[in-house]
T-cell receptor
């Protein structure tokens, strides 16, 4: 079974531009979450999508947005890029079989390394 | 607001030692807790998921324990190997959704 895939793996952008990152979850997984990882702030939750609906959102500005498609693939978009947006962006998927279910185990992709110049 | 602390921040040991990595969290109303490893520049690999109703979970040389009431989890690594060198992260989940809150991790180096 293929794992979580993320494209592209590396991106270089300049300030003010916008960027779209893509995530394909493990087949059958319906929940996709996004995280930002930086040396200063560590791993921080961005948002979670389930059945094409955003269910939970972290404390990030509105420049960060996302969506999920009917096949559970997800994209996140960052507009008006700032230097501080340089980070490793990680996507995670899970089956989401219930609150206490082991199906809530999250599996992460390799990440997209975004550099903003 | 959940806050997660991992001690020690870094650990360097010779091969073969048994290790204990500690994770503490402030909000004990968790559904489960996951332990991950991360190699430099890579994504996270899930090691163990322990449900709030469980006390222990084992996978190979790894054993995770959970004391929910005191807000603590421990990852025990038996007979460490150089391939275990990585950063280890714990992440409790409080809500009914999939948001994980991560600690800052323990950076482990196992030398041959």
């Amino acid at each position: 079974k293929a794992g979580v895939t993320q494209t592209p793996r590396y991106l270089i952008k300049t300030r003010g531009q916008q960027v779209t990152l893509s995530c394909s979850p493990i087949s059958g997984h319906r929940s996709v979450s996004w995280y930002q990882q930086t040396p200063g702030q560590g791993l921080q939750f961005l948002f979670e999508y389930f059945s094409e609906t955003q269910r939970n959102k972290g404390n990030f500005p509105g420049r960060f947005s996302g969506r999920q498609f009917s096949n559970s693939r997800s994209e996140m978009n960052v507009s008006t890029l700032e230097l501080g947006d340089s980070a490793l962006y990680l996507c995670a998927s899970s089956l989401n079989g219930g609150t206490y279910s082991s199906y809530n185990e999250q599996f992460f992709g390799p990440g997209t390394r975004l550099t903003v110049l | 607001k959940q806050e997660v602390t991992q001690i020690p921040a870094a650990l360097s040991v010779p091969e073969g030692e048994n290790l204990v990595l500690n994770c503490s969290f402030t909000d004990s109303a968790i559904y489960n807790l996951q332990w991950f490893r991360q190699d430099p520049g890579k994504g996270l690999t899930s090691l163990l998921l322990i449900q709030s109703s469980q006390r222990e979970q084992t996978s190979g040389r790894l054993n995770a324990s959970l004391d929910k009431s005191s807000g603590r989890s421990t990852l025990y690594i038996a007979a460490s190997q150089p391939g275990d060198s990585a950063t280890y992260l714990c992440a409790p989940r409080n809500t009914g959704f999939q948001k994980l809150v991560f600690g800052t991790g323990t950076r482990l180096l196992v030398s041959p």
